[in-house]
């Protein structure tokens, strides 16, 4: 694992903590302090380009951190309201593309009036400079949620709001929708991927696959 001072522990209004991963650098924000959503910049070192995982909210905030560099991307992980609320500001200042999964693409654009400009799922990629992302799709919290894993240094995984320290994410009581959401996540996710991989979801702090591993069969059986 990396071996810095992150905790990923952030509040709104809080600084940033940030950390670096051979050629990526992740600076990690909340936003709003009704919701408390975090987004990440992505910085990579080699080319100083940026990609910004979730303009979620307070897109003067975001624009401050992302100054005058490039920035080349937004990602948004799903079509949910408090995910977006900055995109359209943050890409009339940079001029980014928009990158969503494919079936959550239409509703992200009827919401914030801002075509998505790349559909993507399983098995893409989003480039960060020289440092490429692969994306994975978890359905079931939205039809088109996407994940971003980083392979160095153990694997560092972006999970939208698929995946908490606790938990897989709100399907808001639709029992079709946990079942793809939990069978996404173990398959795609858990049976993949290495016990040290550290991941960063939409909401609160992080945790690793290997301290939630243990409790996949609970959450299964609890049903939420």
Known sequence: ?????????????????????????????????????????????????LVLVDAA???????ELIGDRSLT?????????????ALAEVVAATGA???????????????????VTRRVGDGDRVAVGTCDLEVIHVAGHTPGSICLYWPDEGGHLFTGDSLFPGGVGNTFGDADAFRQLIDDVETKVFERLP????????????ATL???????????SRGW
């Open 57 to 63: 909210a307070e897109a003067p905030r975001l624009l």
């Open 195 to 206: 016990d040290e991989t550290w991941f960063y979801p939409g909401h609160g702090g992080d």
């Open 97 to 115: 593309a928009v990158v969503a999964g494919e079936a959550d693409a239409d509703a992200i654009t009827e919401q914030t009036g801002v075509p």
């Open 73 to 85: 991307t937004v990602v948004t992980t799903h079509q949910h309201w408090d995910h977006h609320r």
């Open 1 to 49: 694992m990396v071996n810095d001072s992150y905790t990923g522990d952030v509040s709104p209004g809080g600084e940033p903590d940030v950390r670096t991963i051979g050629c990526l650098r992740v600076t990690k924000v909340a936003v709003d302090p009704d919701m408390s959503n975090n987004c990440y910049l992505l910085h990579c070192t080699e080319t100083d380009e």
């Open 210 to 220: 290997g301290a939630e591993r243990p409790h996949l069969a609970e959450w299964r």
